[in-house]
């Protein structure tokens, strides 16, 4: 059973829309350390004025505590009708900081100041909100292990505009990443190339010859792009090689005998990286799936990922 007391938390959850939207009921206020020590500051000033009888007191004590009680409302609006959708986050290693991207904006077209936005144990971000416009922010999240991270809830907070109180609210979004295994570098024992005929031959598959370039397609290796194209404003070049022969390298879990599991999953990780950098064509075998052989960023994607998820013993 979960905490009782968490049941009690008005926690601000994603529409079908995907949006998770503030509203005034779901937002907490409470005076910060400054705050408090204002509020002794009115006491202290109301009881002199009392004892004194000090006109000029009363005036200052009373405006002093109009402007606490305007603070109070700035504050707590500053919060109120935020919207907030998770958009998307890239994989990254295991010990590597996630970055989570969030749309955040006001449906009504107001400005919201000096937002602070953060997981529970990571660092937070301070961004701004303009009026009638959508702003993309990265909330940095720790990712310790492999597998999907999912950061928990979203805090949403202001001291906007004096420091004297916090408001704060907790939102669900819904957001996860994948992390891949921490890569060890250095090439496998076991990933000996076995050499295949290309299919296609010189027509640009192998990695003999160099024979030309051609437009960049999703997918591709981004070491065979050609960067001094690009700098020039010639567009995303990619270069093609020729050759009847493609280096083919098999990765295979069961072939690492010494090790755990984590460790054997983070020299696969080293090994595909290190293939993909040299453009080299390779498959993935675990116990729970086989990857054909194969190249480009969208492979090395599925093989880590596989990677990733694997959820054998150890």
Known sequence: MGNPLLKLLRVVRPQTDGLARVSGRKIYILPTRYGMVFGLLLFTLLIASINYANNPAFILTFLLTGL????????????????VRWKHTDPVFA???AFFQYLLRDSKGR?????QMGFAN?????????AGD?????????SPRRGFLEPGRLTL??????????????????????VYPTPV??????????????VEGDRGVGTDDFVGHRVYHPGDSLGHIYWKALAGEKGLLVKQFGGDRVNRYWLDFDALENGSTEQRLSILSGAVQALSLDGA??????????IAIDAGEAHRHTCLSALALYKGGS
């Not at 907070?157 to 994948?178: K, Q």
């Not at 570098?185 to 290309?198: E, H, N, R, V």
């Not at 498959?283 to 799936?289: C, I, Y």
């Open 111 to 115: 400005a919201h100041y000096a937002l």
């Open 68 to 83: 606490f009680i305007q603070a109070i409302f700035h504050t707590w609006r500053n919060l109120l009708d935020l919207s």
């Open 157 to 178: 907070e202001s001291r906007f505009p004096l420091g004297l109180l916090r408001a704060w609210c907790y939102l669900e979004t819904n957001a996860r990443a994948i």
């Open 185 to 198: 570098s250095g090439m496998l024992d076991a990933a000996i190339p076995s050499w295949g005929t290309a």
């Open 122 to 130: 990571n660092d937070s971000i301070i961004v701004d909100c303009p």
């Open 134 to 142: 959508n702003v993309l922010v990265k909330i940095p999240c720790a």
């Open 95 to 97: 010990g590597e900081s």
């Open 281 to 290: 064509h390779y498959g993935l075998r675990m116990p729970d799936r086989e």
